[in-house]
């Protein structure tokens, strides 16, 4: 199997307890779940219904504010409008960026699905635990530089794996039945320069800020 990212060869895993199989790129050090097993759209809706985030959720609002704090000062001088990609149910990041004078856009392809960003170019935009759902992480990227202004930013949050095969079958976050691709921040240099976009920072940890030159 080819990476979905790189396009270099993967070596096959198993994760016995899940019952699935995975690919692991030693060249940009994605992993990726065979579609065999992916979860069917009503599924995956099905799931994210679960969630019951809100601006009541004090702790839900704090890792949003933490985020947009790891690189606000990067971008707040040249950013008026964003568009927060993937918003979910309860458009918290909308208001957290608004609340920071910024204009704000959101779509969901479940709960927002208006394509609001139709003919639109953006300052920012933000993709906050969407990534790890992809099954088409590059073209995503593509999209979002489309619609990007130069010297624009992405920003997107989601679990890095440490590269280590042992760790990742033991790792909470491949239970989640709709998350399907894994990334470290190489995974994220890599496809970054694949759009001609350039990584300007990370956390190492869940956070990475892309810019278009």
Not at 12 to 40: A, G, P, Q, R, T
Not at 51 to 74: A, P, T
Not at 105 to 132: A, G, M, R
Request: with cysteine.
């Amino acid at each position: 199997m080819k990476c979905k990212i790189c396009n270099q060869n993967t070596q096959k895993f198993k994760n016995i307890s899940l019952k699935k199989e995975y690919y692991h790129c030693i060249n940009c050090e994605c992993i990726f779940l065979d579609e065999l097993f992916f979860v069917s759209p009503t599924k995956e809706k099905s799931q994210y219904d679960q969630h019951n985030n809100s601006l009541e959720d004090k702790g839900y609002v704090k890792m949003f504010e933490d985020f947009l704090d790891f690189f606000w000062e990067d971008i707040k001088d040249t950013t008026h409008l964003a568009l927060d990609f993937g918003s979910g149910p309860g458009p918290v990041l909308e208001t957290l960026i608004q609340k920071r004078d910024v204009s704000c856009d959101i779509y969901d392809k479940f709960y927002q699905p208006l394509k609001i960003y139709e003919n639109k170019k953006y300052d920012l935009i933000t993709s906050t635990e969407v990534f790890e759902h992809l099954k088409n992480p590059k073209e995503t990227l593509e999209f979002f530089k489309n619609h990007l202004n130069k010297n624009g930013h992405i920003a997107i949050m989601t679990l890095f794996h440490s590269n280590d095969k042992e760790e990742f079958l033991n790792w909470w976050y491949p239970r989640d039945p709709t998350h399907i691709t894994f990334f470290t921040p190489k995974t994220f240099e890599v496809l970054a320069s694949s759009c001609g976009l350039k990584v300007v920072k990370t956390d190492k940890k869940r956070v990475i800020l892309l810019s278009y030159m």
